[in-house]
């Protein structure tokens, strides 16, 4: 059974810094891709960032040069540094990791959520 777990999330006031973690298992085939989503009361859940096995990474705008996403894949864990908070990054931040495939687009598993909460 894949599991993706997160931790790290909590309350931080403005400009703050928090870690996010993520950890993937359960799979005989090794993960692909990993990123992190997040998603606000009322709004559509949104890429924050990925990173390919290799270290490949890609960013939202609104994150870029604030956060720094990283993997560790003898772990199977991906993090997440925030640096810089705003009010507008609280959230309940979700990672996804993918299960590689050698012909197909393998499939992909969602943890359950760590909430962020960045106020004053």
């Known amino acids: 059974q894949v599991q993706v777990v997160e931790s790290g999330g909590g309350l931080v006031q403005p400009g703050g810094s928090l870690r996010l973690s993520c950890a993937a298992s359960?799979?005989?085939?090794?993960?692909?891709?990993m990123g992190w989503y997040r998603q606000a009361p009322g709004k559509q859940r949104e890429l924050v960032a990925s990173i390919t096995r290799g270290g490949i990474t890609n960013y939202a705008d609104s994150v870029k040069d604030r956060f720094t996403i990283s993997r560790d894949n003898a772990k199977n864990t991906v993090y997440l540094q925030m640096n810089s908070l705003k009010p507008e990054d609280t959230a309940v931040y979700y990672c996804?990791?993918?299960?590689?495939?050698?012909?197909?687009?393998?499939?992909?598993?969602w943890g359950q959520g760590t909430q962020v909460t960045v106020s004053s």
């Open positions: 359960g799979s005989s085939n090794r993960f692909n891709t």
């Open positions: 996804n990791a993918r299960i590689e495939s050698i012909s197909i687009l393998g499939p992909s598993y």
